[in-house]
Structures are given as structure tokens and as C-alpha cells.
């Protein structure tokens, strides 16, 4: 399945702006992971999913096909973990854990570059705008939640 370049570029530009625009809230917030870094987790993950479904021979064989995508979706969110982790930090003395939310945003993105690599723009349009809506209205709501609970935030 050769896409035309126009459409590589499509999957690979529409998944550095998911990345890169999910990356703007942490770079707000002072966060370890930005838009450059989120930008590139998404391209690396939509670049190894279009270039492995585009190999000679995959769409004649719908098994081998589906064998390929499982496999990519498997190696890239395991991979693309050990740069989530290197964001938390863990203070045992203090009983705190730090950055498990931006851990889980890379993890996100990764899957949002693999839906743009596949070309779900569906998926791409609707987890961004979550994505997004998580990050930005919920920490209000966690802090309303944490004062009515008669915790600091």
C-alpha cells in the first residue's frame, strides 16, 4: 500500500501538531516535556506506523497486515514508556509522587501519532480535544474537589 506523499505528510505534519499542541499545556505549566518533545513522540510514532503498513505486499495479505499494526501499536506504547518514566519523580520520605501526569501525556500522544500514522483522523480530532480538556479545565476541578474535601490542592 504505497500512500501518495501528499498523504505521508499529511499523517506525519498532522501528528507533530497533536503532539506539539498537547506539549503547549506542559510547556504552560513548567512541565520536564513540551511541545517539541511531544511533537516528536507523535511523528516518531505516526512515521514508524505509515512506514511499516506501506511495505510491499502487506495489503494482499489482511493477516500479515493486521499482524504488522498489532505489533507497531505493541512496540511503540511500551517503548514510548521509558520516556514517561523518566518524568516521575518519587519522593518516598515526603510519601509524593511528581509527573505521573505528563508520563501519561507522552504515553497519549504516542497513541495519537499512531492514529495519525493509520490516518483515523477521527481519533486524532476527538483525543486531542479530550486530551486538552483534561489538562487544561480539570486541574480547576481537582482543586475544587481537593478544597471541598478540606485538602490543599
Known sequence: MDLPILDVGVRLGAA???????GINRDLTNKPIGMRT??????????ATVAT???DGMTENPDALSRVVQGIIQGVMAGI???GAGVILRDAKARM????????TVWVTAALG?????GRW??????????????????????????SNGKIA
Not at 507533530?16 to 498537547?22: N, P, R
Not at 511533537?39 to 505516526?46: H, R, T
Not at 509522587?97 to 501519561?104: F, K, P, R, S, Y
Open 81 to 83: 514508556s521509558f520516556i
Open 53 to 55: 503498513i506501506q511495505v
Open 97 to 104: 509522587v511528581e509527573g505521573l501526569t505528563t508520563a501519561a
Open 114 to 118: 499512531i492514529a495519525c500514522g493509520l
Open 122 to 147: 477521527d481519533v486524532v480530532v476527538i483525543g486531542v480535544a479530550i486530551a486538552l480538556v483534561l489538562l487544561v479545565a480539570f486541574p480547576w476541578v481537582e482543586a475544587l474537589v481537593s478544597k
Open 38 to 47: 511531544l511533537g516528536l513522540v507523535a511523528l516518531g510514532a505516526a512515521a
Open 16 to 22: 507533530a501538531l497533536a503532539g506539539a499542541a498537547i
